[in-house]
């Protein structure tokens, strides 16, 4: 497995920018897809974005066109460029790894979570 750890969360503005990182350890030199996901309170967690080792990437409808999601496999970092952000937008984020090629975007087929991280968008 791989360790994650989240950061770059914070308050931001209805409309505004904001970058999340997610630093990946331990079993870095595997072939693996990193994926966001994200919980507002009393929902389940839900799909955000996510890439394969070589740049494929997928993408929940709610976020296509405003979130960017990028990986720098050198140093074993995930991001995701959340712009033209929405109150809707607010909850915890979650990094999440799994070995292979595939892009899923199930809770499930992810085995490696980080912490979270808070994201609140105020309006």
């Known amino acids: 497995q791989v360790q994650l750890v989240e950061s770059g969360g914070g308050l931001v503005q209805a409309g505004g920018s904001l970058r999340l990182s997610c630093a990946a350890s331990?079993?870095?030199?595997?072939?693996?897809?990193m994926g966001w996901f994200r919980q507002a309170p009393g929902k389940e967690r839900d799909f955000v974005a996510a890439?394969?080792?070589?740049?494929?990437?997928n993408y929940a409808d709610s976020v296509k066109g405003r979130f960017t999601v990028s990986r720098d496999n050198a140093k074993n970092t995930m991001y995701l460029d959340m712009n033209s952000v929405k109150a809707e937008d607010t909850a915890v984020y979650y990094c999440?790894?799994?070995?292979?090629?595939?892009?899923?975007?199930?809770?499930?087929?992810?085995?490696?979570w980080g912490q979270g991280t808070q994201v609140t968008v105020s309006s």
């Open positions: 999440a790894a799994r070995f292979g090629w595939t892009v899923p975007s199930t809770v499930q087929e992810y085995n490696s």
């Open positions: 890439i394969s080792w070589s740049g494929s990437k």
């Open positions: 331990g079993r870095t030199s595997a072939v693996y897809t």
